[in-house]
């Protein structure tokens, strides 16, 4: 399932090359060529899978284990403070790479990344809403 024309296939199967910090049959990861941190890091699996609702849970679980394990060596390696693991989908999110990637950012005490959002408040019409949705098969 390679997709000819997206680059993080070109990069995970070794066709394009990159600072490859991890690699193995199922995944390669590499840093960001434009690091919101020092050790940015993004992990790729080697088939192409837009999402988080095209990649299969079992490929999903086995990235989050190699997730952990770069994470693990990169936090402490590096000396960071703090750690976000974050994934984005779909445009309004973020994503700007169409195929699937989790982003292992170090972070340092007083850095800059902006990470975060405006805390609103749970309405009780969302929250009946969403617990309704939930319910359903
Ligand atoms: P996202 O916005 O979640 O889709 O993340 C895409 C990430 O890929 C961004 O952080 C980019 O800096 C990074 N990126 C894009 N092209 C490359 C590339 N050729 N090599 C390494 N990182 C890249
Ligand atoms: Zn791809």
Same mark, same amino acid.
């Given at each position: 399932m390679k997709d000819c024309n997206c680059i993080f296939c070109k990069i995970a199967n070794g066709e394009i090359p990159s600072a490859t910090l991890y690699e193995d049959d199922e995944f390669r990861v590499i840093l960001d060529l434009n690091p919101a941190s020092k050790g940015h890091a993004l992990v790729l699996p080697k088939e192409h899978f837009a999402n988080l609702f095209e990649i299969p849970a079992d490929v999903l679980g086995r990235a989050a284990g190699v997730a952990k394990k770069v994470s693990e060596k990169l936090f402490n390696g590096l000396h960071a403070d703090g750690f976000n693991l974050l994934q984005n989908n779909g445009e309004s999110a973020g994503?700007? *790479?169409?195929h699937f990637h989790m982003h292992l950012i170090p972070r340092y005490k =007083?850095?800059? *990344? =902006? *990470?975060g959002w405006k805390p609103g408040t749970l309405t009780d019409e969302d929250r009946e809403e969403i617990l309704a949705l939930s319910r359903q098969e």
């Amino acid at each position: 399932m390679k997709d000819c024309n997206c680059i993080f296939c070109k990069i995970a199967n070794g066709e394009i090359p990159s600072a490859t910090l991890y690699e193995d049959d199922e995944f390669r990861v590499i840093l960001d060529l434009n690091p919101a941190s020092k050790g940015h890091a993004l992990v790729l699996p080697k088939e192409h899978f837009a999402n988080l609702f095209e990649i299969p849970a079992d490929v999903l679980g086995r990235a989050a284990g190699v997730a952990k394990k770069v994470s693990e060596k990169l936090f402490n390696g590096l000396h960071a403070d703090g750690f976000n693991l974050l994934q984005n989908n779909g445009e309004s999110a973020g994503q700007t *790479v169409f195929h699937f990637h989790m982003h292992l950012i170090p972070r340092y005490k =007083g850095d800059t *990344v =902006g *990470v975060g959002w405006k805390p609103g408040t749970l309405t009780d019409e969302d929250r009946e809403e969403i617990l309704a949705l939930s319910r359903q098969e």
